[in-house]
């Protein structure tokens, strides 16, 4: 069953304690990981990665690049969601569905790769930023996929990027911004927290 992407955000919370051993089978992992490639990227650079530990094995490994937090190996998934440096170098490849489908003209795409390639190229604190960028929106839509399909989830920044690369081999250009694990709640999570009131937050100008 699933629910509206409004009723999703409403009902959202942080789980801090899940179900043991009720693993995500591959169709779910995928769709969930499909779902959270529609966030949007500048330029469309799609720079991120996922890299999923679901074996008991993995998410202790995982666990222990992050200081212990045994939510990691009670859930049953954990996604550790990267963005990916010198992405521009790709935007080439990326384009070239969007001009097949006809939408996007070929001098568009060539376009956005110049401009990218202009702005992005020697420049690390733009691809820095990006790269946090694009892993940050694709882990909340991972996260509201996950509660449309009735599953919770926790977004975890608490890690130490440098052991998680290692631990899992990633490349010098994938930077680890977020771990969400996703699984299913047990009955003694807190309900969603207070937020302040928009009069505090917002400004219409």
Not at 36 to 57: C, D, G, I
Request: proline fraction near 5%; aromatic fraction near 6%; glycine fraction near 6%.
């Amino acid at each position: 069953m699933t629910i509206s992407v409004q009723a999703a955000i409403a009902s959202r919370i942080s789980i801090n304690t899940f179900q043991p051993n009720r693993p995500l089978d591959d169709a779910t992992i995928a769709s969930l990981v499909d779902l959270a490639t529609k966030a949007p990227s500048a330029y469309n650079l799609q720079n991120w990665r996922f890299v999923v530990a679901r074996s008991q094995e993995a998410k202790a490994r995982l666990e222990s690049s992050a200081y212990g937090q045994k939510k990691i190996t009670a859930a049953s998934a954990a996604f550790v969601i990267c963005g990916t440096l010198e992405a521009h170098t790709q935007l080439a490849s990326a384009l070239v569905p969007s001009v097949k489908a006809g939408f996007m003209p070929a001098s568009m795409a060539d376009a956005w790769q110049s401009q990218a390639y202009k702005s992005h190229e020697g420049n690390d604190e733009l691809q820095r930023d990006e790269a946090v960028r694009s892993a940050s929106l694709a882990g909340m839509t991972l996260m509201l996929a996950a509660q449309g399909m009735g599953l919770g989830s926790c977004a975890m920044s608490g890690f130490d990027a440098g052991q998680v690369a290692q631990e899992f081999g990633l490349a010098s250009t994938e930077l680890p911004v977020l771990i969400v694990v996703v699984g299913y709640p047990d009955q003694c999570n807190w309900p969603q927290k207070p937020r302040r009131p928009v009069s505090e937050v917002l400004t219409i100008v």
